[in-house]
């Protein structure tokens, strides 16, 4: 009887693995060429973003020019925003056949996959066709996003540095007089606020968000690892355990006592959409001009207030990048698609842009308008694809548009641990049970819904009893050993 | 009693109520007030939404219609001839292919795995196929379907049969579905559920936005909008990203458009429902 039982298993395993064989007889790519331009190759790119509509006709313009520069096709892969994390997490661990991935610090996660071997280190490739962009790329990015002195995938150009900054309704402010021209921190709010609070009641005076800490967060921004930009900045701190965290949000919770934050700020996840103009004050991530784009998207005028000087962070140089997979055939093909992408003005903005006279038009002096077309059927995330600053302004962008990323990327400051990328390995149970802890009682916190008074040392005696130590210990030890090295 | 079972009832029906009012809320009275049972201002403008992008509703419809009925009969029909087959005691490797499909309910492969055979070997990404055959055949139903076998048709039928000289799939066809019915339309009923409502298999495998189904478009939007809300930075980048995802209001004229038409078809499978669960829920 087992003996049969074993017979008939075997059979059927038998019979499987002859489907599975007989329908895996795939098409074999060809071979790799070398560094020659001989053989047509087509590459496989994964991109994030909505599919679009016309994305096949303009791939097909994109095809006929990069046939003729470089002898390839693109077969480029829009994955949507939400779904772009897992299904590049199954995709790399499932081993498939792919050319060029987009990879950031928020999706695709870079460090994590470059650590892991799933991309191709570009040093060398970069070097031999990439020279084109090379000139292009702001040197902090090339330099930032390099892990142990590999880069492992090509930074889009843009602006290099990060500053967050208070977005004013300019339409409340103007209504009622306020000066902001003094509010440097979220402190000095307060005299706006009551004004507001008091004489408008349909406006909620804070559209929610996480209060503004002075430190280069390890991992996520809400994790407690992090380094400070001022003082000793070598050492990795609990941020939640620093005395300006204490004093931000008691004044957070001050806000929220005074009734200036919505009620349910720590559990809602509503969006606080621009064109509402039911709030007063919120935060944001600004770039040149920023203020310009929110307030056309709004509908009104939208003013800022910067509350620090910009910064290179880890997370800003890796915000958006290509990288080449591992498991590619054609990597030096792949390179030379992506210098072609970043420093060619008519592909990159093909891509970007569209088709001219289907998606945009262009006016005399070089700016561009877009057609109906482009809005509703290729709408691409710019910032995604590649080099920024050679794409074609629109005739309502100031002029100086690019030249004023310059300037701000040459501003922005270098974070004490600007190059750093933590292998959270040796303590990855610590950080998985403080990652617990953490979304258990942040959320609430740095939106000032509690009292830090009360919550910040349970938060801290949590985060003790979960490994805190164990973690600054390993974060301090790699960062000396990575800091003797620069 | 009646109080009591009303009160019940109203409570099951409620959320779909407050979602269809929502659907028919104005999108700035929600953003001002939040989610009310009264809104201050009806607005059919949720549904002018849809409209708007009808070609690819209707598409995500169709995909949705062809794969729920497509595969619902082959996954009945695979079922029922599997279970039929293990559920006769004549058959000699009955125990063996048990054994099988039962085996699949304890152990399975995972993810990457799973992933790999549909588009390595199989290749079926971005095919019709990979929302089909992943759920054709679920080992549980096959064990409910032999159990049903085993009860509600008599050996002695069979034998019969047998006698007058019908063949196997004859007896298969003309006797045994008849006396079947309700386990069939209970099995139908539960696939038709899970391949109406499937969208990971959509998500693993489906990148042409032709071939999405109608709840896998619900979960990409409502992720997209999770995943720009968490990432607030996005939003800043590209304002048109926000503004190329529906409002509120909008998602859930979605939910209102992709759950009732399979709310509506439940009272056809009731009668066979009742009778048919209490039956092949019975293990020998």
């Known amino acids: 009887m087992e003996m049969k039982k074993v017979g008939v298993l075997s059979l059927v395993l038998v019979l499987l693995m002859g489907i599975l064989a007989a329908c895996s007889g795939k098409s ?115 330099e930032g996003a390099k892990i142990d002195g590999e880069l492992y995938a090509v930074p889009t150009n843009k602006e290099v540095g990060q500053q967050a900054v208070l977005s004013f309704n300019n339409e409340l402010v103007k209504k009622h007089g306020l000066d902001i021209s003094k509010v440097n921190s979220i402190e000095d709010l307060e005299p706006l606020l009551a004004v507001i609070k008091e004489k408008e009641k349909n406006v909620t005076p804070i559209a929610t968000f996480d209060a503004y800490l002075p430190f280069d967060s390890i991992l996520q921004e809400e994790l407690p690892f992090a380094f400070r930009l001022d003082g000793n900045t070598d050492e990795v701190v609990n941020k939640y355990e620093e005395d300006i965290t204490m004093e931000t949000l008691k004044t957070m919770h001050e806000y929220y006592k005074k009734g200036y934050i919505q009620k349910d700020a720590a559990t809602s996840t509503d969006s606080w959409p621009l ?43 890796t915000g958006s990048m290509q990288a080449i997979s591992a498991t590619s055939k054609h990597p030096e093909r792949a390179m030379m698609f992506l210098n072609l992408l970043n420093s060619d003005e008519y592909l990159r903005n093909l891509l970007d842009k569209g088709i001219e006279g289907v998606h945009y038009d262009e006016n005399e002096d070089g700016t561009i308008k877009d057609l109906p077309a482009r809005v509703e059927n290729y709408n691409m995330p710019s910032f995604a694809i590649g080099n920024q600053l050679i794409l074609k302004l629109y005739e309502d962008d100031p002029a100086d548009k690019w030249e004023a990323f310059e300037k701000f990327n040459e501003s922005a400051k270098a974070s004490p641990a600007l190059g750093f990328y933590f292998d959270s390995n040796p303590v990855r149970t ?40 164990k973690v600054l210990d390993e974060i301090q030890k790699q960062y000396d050993e990575w800091k003797k090295e620069q | 009693m009646h109080l009591l079972l009303g009160t019940f009832a109203f409570l099951c029906i409620f959320p779909f109520l407050y979602v269809i009012i929502i659907s028919l809320s104005n ?57 039929y087959a293990i559920s006769r005691k ?19 492969g995972g993810m990457v795995p799973f992933y790999i055979v549909m588009t ?24 409910i379907m032999r159990t049903f076998f085993l009860r509600s048709v008599p050996e002695a039928i069979l034998e019969s049969a047998r006698i007058d000289g019908a063949g196997e799939w004859r007896i298969f066809l003309t006797i045994v579905l008849p006396l079947s019915v309700p386990g069939i339309a209970t099995i139908a009923l539960f696939n038709t559920l899970a391949y109406w409502n499937d969208w990971f298999n959509a998500l693993l495998f489906i990148d042409d936005p032709n071939l999405i189904p109608l709840q896998s478009l619900l979960m990409r939007i409502e992720n997209n909008m999770d995943f720009i809300k968490q990432n607030a930075m996005l939003s800043n980048q590209n304002s048109s990203i926000l503004e190329s995802i529906p409002q509120d209001s909008a998602r859930m004229a979605m939910v209102v458009i992709a759950t009732l038409p399979i709310a509506l078809s439940y009272p056809f499978f009731q009668k066979y429902f009742i009778k048919g669960l209490t039956i092949g829920g019975v293990k020998d």
């Open chain 2, 120 to 143: 390595q070997f199989l290749d079926l990404k971005n095919s019709m196929w990979a929302l089909i055959l992943p759920m054709a055949v679920n080992a549980f139903y096959i064990i």
């Open chain 2, 90 to 108: 004549q058959f000699i490797f009955r125990k063996q292919f048990t054994f099988i499909a039962f085996f699949t309910m304890l152990f399975s």
């Open chain 1, 275 to 317: 064109e509402t103009a039911n709030w007063f004050v919120r935060k944001e991530i600004y770039q040149p001009y920023a203020e310009d784009i929110w307030s056309r998207s709004a509908g009104y005028e939208i003013v800022t207030r910067e509350l620090h000087e910009p910064y290179i962070f880890n997370n800003s140089v």
């Open chain 2, 27 to 83: 999108e700035q009275s929600l953003a001002e007030n939040g989610y009310q049972l009264i809104p201050e201002q009806w607005s059919f403008e949720a549904y002018r939404y849809l409209w708007e992008m009808k070609a690819q509703v209707v598409r995500a419809y169709g995909v949705t219609i062809l794969v729920t009925v497509l595969g619902t009969f082959i996954s009945v029909t695979v079922i029922a001839l599997y279970a």
């Open chain 1, 430 to 469: 610590e950080i998985a049970a403080i990652s617990n802890v953490t979304s258990e009682f942040s959320p609430a916190l740095l939106k000032g819904a509690v009292d830090p008074e009360e919550y910040l040392p349970a938060f801290n005696k949590k985060l003790d009893e979960a490994g805190m130590q």
């Open chain 1, 28 to 142: 074999s790519s060809g071979e790799t060429s070398g560094d020659s331009t001989e053989d047509h190759v087509t590459l496989t790119w994964y991109l994030i973003g909505t599919p679009q509509k016309d994305v096949d006709d303009v791939m097909k313009e994109v095809n006929k020019y990069t046939k003729e520069k470089i002898n390839t096709s693109i077969d480029l892969k829009l994955l949507d925003w939400g779904e772009y994390n897992d299904r590049m997490q199954v995709i790399t661990t499932s081993g498939e056949e792919y050319d060029i991935a987009f990879t950031s610090s928020w999706a695709n996660n870079y460090a994590l996959n470059a650590r892991r071997g799933a991309f191709v280190g570009l040093n060398d490739l970069m070097d031999e066709y990439g020279k084109d962009m090379k000139k292009l790329i702001d040197p902090a990015f090339l």
